[in-house]
């Protein structure tokens, strides 16, 4: 039976909506590798409270993950089903760490974010009155994008600036 719930869509073809849904999935997924196996190689400097932040990012990733194939099923979709898909379908790729030092990590971690950032912000545009219910999912989500992007681009200043001070410490 037709469901009411998808009848409230207008303007945007569900399939579509799938579609981009399943893109982020793929996003998300490979997100929450990368911070996931960030957190075991990374080396360095404050490398703990680092490796703190790196898992709450892997964690968040996830239940990113949870929230959009829950909306994806909603809408009468199937969720990727193989990993294969993820690399297929990914706005954002996978930045595969070759450097572990702290910095190199919050690098590639940083450019995943922002990468995340368009992606949702586009999500948002493309949903705004056409699709309340995936609207409020991706807007939700992007806001934790820009607090993830907020705390690693903060963390990254602070490293700097403890290397400027133990520099200049053994001057
Ligand atoms: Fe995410
Ligand atoms: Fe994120």
């Given at each position: 039976m037709a469901r009411v719930g998808n009848s409230?869509?207008?303007?945007?073809e569900i399939d579509e909506a799938i579609g981009l849904l399943n893109r982020a999935y793929a996003d998300e997924w490979l997100a929450y590798y990368q911070y996931y196996i960030e957190s075991k190689v990374i080396k360095g400097i404050m490398k703990d409270s680092i490796i703190a932040e790196l898992n709450q990012h892997a964690t968040d990733e996830l239940r990113h993950a949870d929230m959009i194939a829950g909306r994806i099923l909603q809408l009468g979709g199937t969720p990727?089903?193989?990993?294969?898909e993820w690399f297929k379908q990914?706005?954002?790729?996978?930045?595969?760490?070759?450097?572990?030092d702290v910095l190199a990590i919050l690098e590639d971690s940083i450019k995943g974010e922002q990468c995340a950032i368009e992606t949702y912000s586009k999500l948002v545009d493309i949903t705004k009155d056409k699709d309340i219910v995936t609207y409020d999912i991706v807007s939700e989500i992007l806001a934790d994008e820009v607090e993830h992007e907020e705390d690693l681009q903060g963390l990254y200043e602070d490293i700097t600036e403890f290397k400027v001070q133990i520099k200049e410490s053994l001057k």
């Open positions: 409230i869509i207008k303007g945007i990727l089903l193989n990993p294969k990914t706005n954002c790729g996978y930045e595969e760490p070759k450097d572990f």
